[in-house]
């Protein structure tokens, strides 16, 4: 890609500007024979050279950006200095609204924003409680057979099961369960395919078309205006929008059903799996947030929260968030040169021991204790911060916290096995299965 031309709109650097410290290329180098992660490349280059801070994998720095100021700097207060260039699940999702730019983004998150908050949420607060009860009487039932469940994909079914039920309004079915299986399968992959469009296409091909047919499926039946029985969903407004929006054309309503799919279950499914992997270390916490308050009350709520948002500090929903540099910056008395790649990393600032007291230990009590926690703004974003946050990230912690409300006073999972590794993929998640049996 070409190099953007310098923009005369900002002031040349001035005397006391540095260069981003970069990391040693033997460091580099080690790390690569070695076959490590990603992540354990970025966390060499913050632990010895701070919250900005530069690593070279090829002709070009790339810049890490974990200090909470510098985070609010890209993200925040100059998104348009800082933009995106190409999602990793393009693949997948198309010109859905999280790999739109430009004007496009724009006029697509205006129309779903208003969904997603306020008298928007309040539309889905039954289909979400349906859900959980269809869930928790699912796990009545493996406490009195003994049966052996996975607890990751029950956190995928009760996440696509509520999604579906606001995206169409019907509770998702056998046939449409095994069929959007394919959703995760090709989410893992990405990471992994190869460098060529139609090579990538072609290896998950017969994954992206039983998506399809399940997306254009559901898009016909709203077009006929045929509504479940919680009433129209969240695809009939899309479809309607395609009367006075030309550029909501099927192959659009299509991206942005599959992205709400995405978007809507797998990050937190992955959520709520991590969650209860730590309570089974950690079995102190549940009972703490059982003792917080009466069932319904505001203090169980606010304890259950605590252990939600607690679990996406650890393992946020977005651990590393690219940017592109669109123009020559000056982020914390450092110069990015126009075209430098940046990568904003939740998960190495949500560990950082300068903002967050023992942070690799799971304690929900930083979200109800005052002072606990840093006051930075970007020192918590487990959902990215400023325009492009995540726009579900109220029906998520919804989702989360009304399914908990409903499992966490009846049922203990006993984890008969955990996954030993993590994938660092589009999410970070347990690398494995995880089978369990429940208790009540």
Known sequence: ???PARSSSLPSPSPSARRVPELDPALVAKWQAGGGELVDLLAEACERLGGVAAFRLGPRPTVLVTAPAAVQHVLALHPDRYVKRSHRARLLIGDGVLAATGEAWQRQRRLLQSQFTGRGMRRYEQRITEAARTTAARWDAYART??????????????????????????????????????????????????????????????????????????????????????????????????????????????????????????????????????????????QALAAGADGSPERRQAVQALVSETLRLYPSAWILPRCAAEDDLLAGYEIEAGTDVLVCPYLTHRDPGLW???????????????????????????????????GLQFALRESTVLLEHLLPAHTPRFHSTPARTAYGITVRPDGPTPATVSG
């Open 357 to 391: 007291e023992d942070p690799e230990l799971f304690d929900p009590a930083r979200f109800t204790t005052p002072g606990r926690r840093p006051n930075d703004p970007g020192s918590y974003l487990p959902f990215g911060i400023g325009p492009r946050a995540c726009l």
């Open 146 to 287: 003994g049966q052996v469940l996975d607890v990751g994909d029950e956190m995928r079914r009760f996440a696509l099961d509520t999604i579906w039920r606001s995206l169409t309004g019907h509770p998702l079915d056998a046939d449409t369960e095994r069929e959007l299986a394919a959703v995760p399968t090709v989410v893992a992959a990405l990471p992994s395919l190869p460098a060529d469009s139609a090579a990538a296409q072609g290896a998950v091909g017969d994954e992206l078309a039983r998506i399809d047919a399940v997306a254009s499926r559901a898009i016909a039946a709203a077009r006929d205006g045929e509504a479940g029985p919680d009433g129209p969903g969240l695809l009939h407004i899309l479809v309607e929008a395609a009367g006075t929006r030309p550029e909501y054309t099927d192959r659009l309503i299509r991206d942005e059903l599959v992205t709400l799919l995405v978007a809507g279950h797998e990050t937190t499914a992955t959520t709520l799996t991590w969650l209860y992997l730590l309570l089974d270390r950690n079995p102190r916490a549940r009972e």
């Open 1 to 3: 890609m070409a190099t």
